[in-house]
């Protein structure tokens, strides 16, 4: 006997990312709930709804208990759109009648009688328009009007009753601000949206979207970002890379200098993550420039994602060690990003990457550095999730990826702030040391999970040229101390300084 899961439709949302987290959108015929301070965005995501019916035909109602349709109306003109004769919205207090004298209600209109009449209007206004698409804003409203929770929660479950007879799907608008936490809708509603709008002590503010519950249907749990920009709402739905996989080849992906590579065993394996580690000036940028220049090069695209350098610094700094950024970024077979750390969310990052990969077939990723993706944290004791998704997913690509990380001090004990050395597949350490009266770099291979590598350690110089890589330092001892010993003879030290 085979069974067959019968979905629920669904009434497009209008929000992309949103639909994606809804598996397909709101249900229809049932009612919603939409929560959240004010501010957050209930309202503009109310008429992301309301237009996405509108474009195929349906007839929708914004039905307003507290902003007025002019309101409505200019705050939908400020995203450019033109809802004049595609919603109706029914302005429940009309404000001439606000301030009439005649209308202020007695000691002896009871509030049984005015919830009556208002409840009234709503079905009128609906017996009228028969839309397929509404919203009620709010129900703060109906609550204080209500003045008990027996009333509330008996007036919801008219509404639902109500519209699911005239087969319309129903938003109701929550913004929280009653002095008592009633829930009784979240347990009549088919689904609860949850908002949080949160304020960092420096930079834009995060939003963020939360799905509490939605009954006979699917759904992306957790939290997931969004930004309310000048043509609606964006919202970037949660990473999972175990939802994302496709095959690819284990090719070893080189960068170009012969040494470097011998150094990790003939190179790094597509579908693996590296993290170059070190201090401050010790070349962690131009290493992993050598990377994209080596794909380019072989005929493959790669992204560039930057967090600390200016775009026009790195740009100049690269052509003169003979890398024209500039040239392969306008040939389009590099995508470079400048990321300001202070202005957007990881799920936004996380978004920007995987729509670059997805859309250019990119196969080498670098981002310089985690210092700047972790700034981008509003809560940092989540960075290394978000990060080992990420990183999980471009292996999934069949993409390598750079991440760079630099660690406070320059000789020494080095600390970075968190470690993620482990989520990575391979390891490359970078550190100067003292030796003969001058400042030299070294680098090593701490870790590498797919395939062999060398124990040693290189000296390695910064020039016109890029980077050269001499043979491995073995007349040296302490080294990644940062002030060595020498214990041979004829140390093998690269010319020239550091």
């Known amino acids: 006997m085979s069974t067959h899961k019968e979905l629920l439709p669904r009434a497009p949302s209008g929000i992309e990312g949103l639909d994606e987290v809804l598996c397909g959108g709101w249900a229809r015929n049932r009612l919603h709930l939409l929560e959240g301070s ?25 039905v307003s208990l507290a902003e007025t349709e002019r309101e409505l109306r200019d705050g939908a003109k400020s995203y450019g759109w033109d809802i004049s004769d595609k919603i109706e919205i029914f302005e429940l207090v009309p404000p001439e009648s606000a301030l009439d004298p005649e209308q202020y209600q007695s000691l002896l209109y009871s509030s049984d009688l005015e919830l009556g009449e208002t409840m009234q209007r709503i079905f009128a206004a609906i017996e009228r328009l028969k839309p397929k698409r509404v919203v009620i804003d709010s129900l703060s409203e109906i609550r204080l009007l209500a003045q008990s929770s027996l009333r509330y929660r008996r007036q919801i479950l008219a509404l639902k009753h109500y519209f699911a007879e005239n087969q319309s799907t129903v938003i109701l608008l ?101 993290l170059v580690i070190g201090p401050a000036g010790t070349g962690k940028s131009v290493l992993i420039l050598h990377y994209l220049a080596a794909a380019v090069a072989r005929g493959e695209k790669a992204a560039l994602f930057v967090f600390d350098e200016e775009l026009g610094l790195l740009f100049a700094r690269a052509k003169q060690m003979g890398i024209d950024l500039a040239a392969i970024h306008d040939a389009g077979d590099l995508f470079i990003e400048q990321v300001d750390a202070a202005e957007i969310s990881p799920g936004e990052f996380s978004h920007r990457v995987r729509a670059c990969v997805d859309r250019g077939d990119i196969r080498v990723v670098a981002v310089d550095s985690l210092n700047g993706y972790q700034a981008a944290m509003p809560e940092e004791q989540y960075l290394v999730l978000h990060l080992h998704e990420l990183l999980q997913y471009l292996n999934r690509k069949g993409a390598a990826s750079f991440v760079t990380v630099a660690q406070h001090g320059m000789i ?38 797919t395939g062999e590598h060398e124990d040693t350690i290189r000296e390695y110089r910064i020039h016109s040229r890029g980077i050269t890589v001499g043979p491995p330092l073995e007349q040296f001892q302490g080294i990644l101390r940062g002030v060595p010993t020498y214990v041979g003879e004829g140390a093998p030290l690269l010319r020239g300084g550091p």
């Open 38 to 62: 004010p501010g957050t965005g209930k309202t503009t995501i109310a008429l992301h709804f309301l237009r996405a019916g509108a474009e195929v035909g349906e007839v929708g109602i914004y």
């Open 412 to 449: 020494g004990d080095m600390k970075q702030t968190i470690d993620v050395t482990y989520l990575a597949d391979s390891v490359i350490m970078l550190r100067y040391f003292e030796a003969l009266g001058r400042v030299r770099r070294a680098m090593s291979v701490i870790k590498k999970r």
């Open 174 to 274: 929550d913004d929280m601000t009653s002095e008592t936490t009633d829930r009784a809708v979240h347990s009549i509603a088919h689904s609860v949206v949850h908002l949080d709008q949160l304020a960092p002590v420096y930079g834009g503010e995060r939003r963020r979207l939360r799905v509490i519950k939605c009954r006979g249907q699917s759904f992306k749990s957790g939290y997931h970002d969004f930004v309310i920009r000048g043509d609606g709402i964006r919202l970037y739905p949660r990473l999972v890379a175990a939802g994302h996989r496709s095959g690819f080849t284990g090719e070893l992906v080189q960068s170009g200098i012969p040494e470097l590579d011998k150094l990790l065993g003939g190179g790094i394996a597509a579908g693996s993550s590296t």
